[in-house]
């Protein structure tokens, strides 16, 4: 039987939050000072990646899930946390490495993200139960526009990959350009850009 919609928006939501949290991991083993080129490459893109997946969910998931969740306050709760999460990375977008709070901005990101991601996968997707919802349109609708917001991002296009976590092991091969370990400590702001304006 064919994966329905709603559990490959899920999927791919997850898959999403599982490489952010690799990603706050990676740069708890770095020295930030010592390393600044790679942690802010990092950091970079982390915050662009939770950009890209932030606005998926704002502008389509969450009006969606609204209409099927059994206690749609969880919605609210999201959005506000939602809001709360981009005032910490404008505030990071203004920072660099060698500033004293730099980490630990991060790193209160990293633990606020991991208490919201709780939340969603948890309470939100498992509520999301009512019927009417025409999941197959959102799903589109949230491909379309994950694409289009990687690329103006300059992130690599992944979403099929990210729907399919088992197969990832393969990524590596698959993806010359870049893949999820090369990528922070290999991106520089110019390689981002030539990736940005890049067709497929
Ligand atoms: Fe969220
Ligand atoms: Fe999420």
Redesign the pocket.
Known sequence: MATSAKTQIIDMLKADHKKVKKAFKDFEKMDPQAESESAEALVEQTLAAIEV??SL?EQIFYPAARSAIKEEDLIDE?EV??MTVKVLIEQLKSMSASDDKFAATFKVLGEYIDH??KE?ENEMFVQLTRPGVGWDAVLEQMQTQRAQLLEEKGLPPEAEEATTPAGRSSAGSRASRSTDESRPQAASRSSKRSSASEKK
């Open positions: 997946h932030s969910e999201a946390e939602h919201h991601v969603e």
